[in-house]
């Protein structure tokens, strides 16, 4: 709905509102403000002061509107203290161990101490697991998903940036100054931004979760690795032990054959029997040392960082897993991926 209004120096507003409906469920509102003034050479008259006034009352206007669309902009910080606090409490939760986002120098310094302290007297099956949820390098890439999905959450909550444009005119050859502003302001934001929110709030819980899971994956992965190197030692130890009676029954193969008590095939097939076992035993050891570097991917250590000393046995005996129903039960409480897809 355009308005113009004159006064007598020729001053001239021209305010025109207008909602724009495109095929895309966006609406905006634009408002253009014209506003020029022509100095004359009459006498100041009534009329004039009421011109003067108007003219002023206008260019506030102007103004007005090229600060409001300044403050519509927008500008809001992140802070992610609240999901952190309820990660790390899962995470101390689940695992009995704390977990530390490495943002600073500081930080990773002070991991770097508590790792060196941990590998120092021996590494066991619970420190594996605290050095994992400390230094796992995917684990703390996952965290700073919790920033950005708290980015998206803060965003979904502004407005968008409206469009301004002002022109100022000054005339060289005498006369008043023209100024044209024009701002064009998306109020589609005003039932779009509860959505947005929803949305966004709902895809950081489900980062959150993720990272849950991701706390979850990394300590099992950590008690895998560390409980194989262990087996794998057992069965190295074994191996030797094998091979070691292996080689004294061939060597009283030999003792028996000065006596005519042994045939030269017997002897062939004890020294067969050490040879095979000398194979299993390098793969054995070849097996054990992917084994290491698996462990160390897992800690987030070098792989050449391998003087350290696995400790720790294997249980004498499993304990049997409970029923099916149990078992299901007990995923749908605490598994962070059930909780996501219900």
Known sequence: MPLIVENPKRSVVHLACSFVMPACPASFLSVSIDLAEHEDRFSTSGNDK?????????????????????????????????????????????????????????????????????????????????????????????????????????????????????????????????????????????????????????RLETTTLRIAEEILNTAAEAKHAHSENIALAHILAEMKNMKKQLEELRDHLIYRREFGLTKDVDIDMANSEVLGQEAEIARIEKELHFARLRLNRVLGLSPDQLEYEIMGSLPEQFEPLPDSEALISHAMAVRPDVRIST
Do not use: M
């Open 50 to 202: 009421k011109g003067n006034a108007l003219f002023r009352s206008r260019e506030v206007l102007i103004y007005t509107l090229l600060l409001a669309c300044l403050f519509l902009t927008g500008c809001a910080s992140v802070t992610t203290q609240k999901e952190w606090e309820g990660v790390k409490e899962f995470a101390r939760e689940h695992t009995g161990a704390d977990i530390r986002w490495e943002q600073t120098k500081e930080d990773e310094a002070l991991t770097a101490k508590e790792i060196n302290e941990l590998l120092a007297d021996g590494l066991k099956e619970d420190e594996a697991v605290r050095i994992a949820l400390l230094n796992n390098r995917r684990l703390q890439a996952s965290f700073e998903e919790i920033g950005a999905a708290k980015a998206d959450l803060v965003q979904a909550g502004l407005f968008s940036n409206p469009n301004l444009s002002a022109i100022f005119r000054f005339p060289f050859g005498g006369g008043g100054t023209d100024i044209e502003a024009e701002g064009i302001i998306n109020i589609s934001d005003l039932w779009q931004i509860p959505l947005r929110k929803k949305t966004a709030s709902a």
